[in-house]
């Protein structure tokens, strides 16, 4: 005879969830996206809550004698005990050899609810050791494409309906952000078709748009003589932006353009991350808070490690060392600078008519510039990156302090910036036009 029962899964504690005693059990409480309470128990280890399953999962004897678990994708009891009856009449007639055992299995594993299929993902993912962070972004993008689609189970997964959900997310998304959906359901697919959960993978044809054809916001860099201007006239200024003071902001840009942090890792800067008194001062950023979850260390110079260790004098070793405001705070701080430190260089040239109109018609200092590329917080770390490149460093040396993942993203990103790179190649090849060999005499066209 069946057992039923509903799949207890293993979460992680949402965010901002209130643990607490009832009954002697201990609950999660949380508002979810939708501005829903919710509860859920804790774990034995008390570290996930358990989610049940909406729908019946059962246990039942196969042709073998076997006991065998099923997923139904049904809610209701009885549909789900009229499911599995279906599954033991099957089984009879398997025992007598009257059905395909293989093509059923394929059939039973593609119709269980897709979250069962993606709760299995996940532990496969997990147990591999992979990122919790990519984990969770991974289900996240699948869990949002099926939703949009209507994928409620593995068979339901097709082409058309992955390409109609990027479509409409291309509209105001970047190319880089919808190839990171069609990655992460396409290896699902891949895994689903190799472990013989579907016939095929479905997505096999799918592919990602080009990052490169399709850049939603070219970034500019601040140009090396902005600089002077832009420090000089927000601490002129001496007003507090978001929570910041002017001296405060310049330290922070500084540190974001000599380094290449990104603003959540320059947020997550504690004193005690950064080694000033070293013979080659440098500060350091923890796994957890990197974009690519590895440590990194990043050095820099003598004065700006001066300047540092002054703003953190009084700083205890856990305290943030800069109150940097929110992404979109910070980039209508930084905008708002480069209006001030644009107005004092156009007042600047007002002495000269001539100058102060081509000061006018000039993009120095404009949060956009003539080619529509933007400056914003991160045009900073592209700031890092771009005066490296005009300085003549290797791009190896800039692909490690920019902490790319290829030399392909080094050079697509600034191998123009490299100075003379091209010319002095040319110029290190043989003399094709006039050179010939040495010892061989040529008669003189007059004689």
């Not at 501005?35 to 280890?45: F, M, N, S, V």
């Not at 609810?113 to 993912?125: N, S, V």
């Not at 309906?161 to 396409?186: C, D, E, M, P, Q």
């Not at 950064?274 to 590895?294: E, V």
Request: glycine share 6%; net charge positive.
């Amino acid at each position: 005879m069946a057992t039923f029962f509903k799949r207890q899964t293993r979460k992680p504690i949402p965010s901002g969830a209130v643990l607490k005693t009832i009954r002697g059990r201990r609950v999660a409480d949380w508002t979810d996206a939708k501005g829903k309470t919710r509860r859920a128990p804790l774990a034995e280890d008390g570290g996930a809550i358990v989610v049940e399953s909406e729908t019946w999962s059962a246990l039942y004897f196969d042709e073998n004698g076997q006991r065998r678990q099923v997923g139904t994708g049904i809610a209701d009891k009885d549909g789900a005990k009229q499911y599995v009856a279906e599954l033991e009449r099957k089984a009879k007639l398997r025992k007598v050899g009257l059905h395909d055992k293989r093509a059923e299995e394929l059939a039973d594993e593609a119709r269980r609810p897709l979250q069962e299929h993606l709760d299995d993902f996940r532990a496969k993912m997990e147990s591999e050791g992979l990122d919790a962070r990519h984990v969770a972004d991974t289900i996240r993008y699948i869990e949002k494409i099926a939703k949009a689609a209507g994928f409620v189970t593995a068979v339901d997964i097709t082409a058309d309906g992955v390409h109609s959900y990027t479509a409409g997310l291309s509209k105001n998304r970047s190319a880089r952000t919808v190839g990171a959906n069609i990655t992460a359901i396409r290896a699902f697919t891949r895994w689903l078709a190799d472990g013989h959960k579907l016939p095929h993978d479905p997505l096999r044809a799918v592919k990602k748009p080009s990052a490169q054809a399709d850049r939603r916001r070219e970034r500019r860099m601040l140009l090396p003589d902005e600089w002077p201007w832009l420090r000089s006239t927000v601490l002129a200024e001496n007003e507090e932006r978001d929570g910041m003071t002017a001296p405060e902001r310049v330290l922070a840009y500084a540190t974001a353009i000599q380094t290449g942090l990104r603003l959540n890792e320059l947020r997550s800067l504690t004193r005690r991350r950064l080694f000033l008194d070293n013979g080659q001062p440098f500060i350091t950023c923890a796994a957890r808070s990197t974009k690519n979850s590895k440590d990194c260390r990043q050095y820099i110079k003598r004065d700006l490690a001066g300047q540092l260790r002054d703003h953190i004098a009084t700083k205890a070793p856990g305290a943030a060392v800069f109150a940097v405001p929110p992404k979109e705070d910070a980039a209508g701080m930084l905008r708002a600078d480069l209006a001030i430190a644009r107005a004092a260089w156009l007042d600047a040239g007002k002495a000269d008519p001539q100058e102060h109109l081509r000061r006018e018609q000039s993009d120095f200092l404009l949060p956009v510039n003539h080619e529509g590329e933007h400056f914003d917080f991160h045009a900073l770390r592209h700031t890092c990156g771009a005066w490296l490149a005009l300085a003549g460093a290797h791009p190896n040396v800039v692909k490690e302090i920019m902490r790319h993942s290829t030399i392909t993203l080094t050079m697509d990103a600034y191998g123009h910036l490299f100075p003379g790179s091209e010319a002095a190649a040319i110029e290190r090849l043989p003399d094709m036009v006039s050179g010939q060999p040495e010892g061989l005499k040529v008669a003189d066209a007059a004689g």
